[in-house]
């Protein structure tokens, strides 16, 4: 079992940044992929960026390439968001989540544990 506990959401401006942090329980959290989701009102929960069980290999979605970095600090079971140059469409409860794997790529699916989320909200 895995619990996450993600930080860091808010209010920003336009153009404005912030880090999300997303603190995982466990002993084997290096043998988790981990990734990043987000909800915006009246919509689904869609992807948004996802790290291997490494560091070493990232991916994105294509609304957040460029502005936003993933990344992880293993020793203190730890992912983080930055998101920088921040737009209104961000607006969204960002959830972290995490999957067992056995292999060292980021993934898209099938993540096995989820926390509670944490609001953006980025103002016009």
């Known amino acids: 079992q895995v619990q996450l506990a993600e930080s860091g959401g808010g209010l920003v401006q336009a153009g404005g940044s912030l880090r999300l942090s997303c603190a995982a329980s466990?002993?084997?959290?290096?043998?988790?992929?981990m990734g990043w989701f987000r909800q915006a009102p009246g919509k689904e929960r869609e992807f948004v960026a996802s790290?291997?069980?490494?560091?070493?290999?990232?991916y994105y979605a294509d609304s957040v390439k460029g502005r936003f970095t993933i990344s992880r600090d293993n020793a203190k079971n730890m992912v983080y968001l930055q998101m920088n140059s921040l737009k209104p469409e961000d607006t969204a409860v960002y959830y972290c989540?995490?999957?067992?794997?056995?292999?060292?790529?980021?993934?898209?699916?099938?993540?096995?544990?989820w926390g509670q989320g944490t609001q953006v909200t980025v103002s016009s």
């Open positions: 466990g002993r084997t959290f290096s043998r988790y992929v």
């Open positions: 790290i291997s069980r490494s560091g070493g290999s990232t």
């Open positions: 989540a995490s999957k067992h794997s056995d292999y060292d790529v980021p993934s898209l699916y099938e993540y096995d544990y």
